[in-house]
């Protein structure tokens, strides 16, 4: 679906260096010109490529979710699988992977909920939110570091910590309100 007030920036690009680049992450420094103010801007681009987050429903209706550690907060937190879209995958291929890789499942059925950049005062990063039932227990295929435990939870406790303000990361909290706004039978 288009959105009437989303357009091309008409911002003319001067010029461009990159400051870092990461296994993950390239930072970029950039200068634009606004052609209504004449006014030179600098910005600061963290490119960060796309990523999915899966949503998965048992067929008791209970949401599989991880626990995981998360260095840049300090904390670790209840979240859904998630990671990058690889080159050459479609969206809903990376989704079907990283589900798989993370909880040892695979979706016979996917459905894309809505897709969000999180940061795009910095970012360019997008994410694609997806619901996955019918779910096929398979194996797990964790990256050799990862460490994430499963946690199998009812809807019940999902819909009272979304109530209560238990979230705090936006992917889980967007995802969910969608969820139990439009999804929700």
Do not use: C, W
């Amino acid at each position: 679906m288009k959105n009437k007030y989303y357009e091309k920036i008409d911002y003319e690009l001067l010029d461009r260096k990159i400051a870092y680049k990461g296994k993950r992450v390239v930072v970029e420094e950039l200068h634009y010109k606004n052609p209504r103010t004449n006014d030179v801007l600098y910005r600061e681009h963290v490119l960060a490529g796309h990523a999915a987050i899966i949503i998965p429903i048992t067929n008791d209706n209970n949401f599989i979710m991880i626990k995981e550690p998360r260095t840049p907060i300090g904390k670790t937190v209840l979240a859904f699988p998630a990671g990058i879209i690889e080159n050459g995958e479609t969206e809903e291929e990376g989704a079907i992977r990283e589900l798989e890789e993370e909880i040892g499942y695979k979706a016979r059925k996917i459905k894309k909920l809505r897709q969000v950049y999180p940061a795009m005062g910095y970012s360019n990063e997008k994410v694609v939110i997806f619901l996955a039932k019918d779910l096929i227990k398979t194996q797990r295929h964790l990256d050799e570091k990862e460490d994430i435990e499963i946690i199998e939870v009812l809807k019940e406790e999902l819909k009272q910590m979304l109530d209560n303000g238990e979230f705090e990361t936006s992917m889980e909290l967007i995802g969910l309100l969608h969820y139990f706004m439009y999804e929700n039978e």
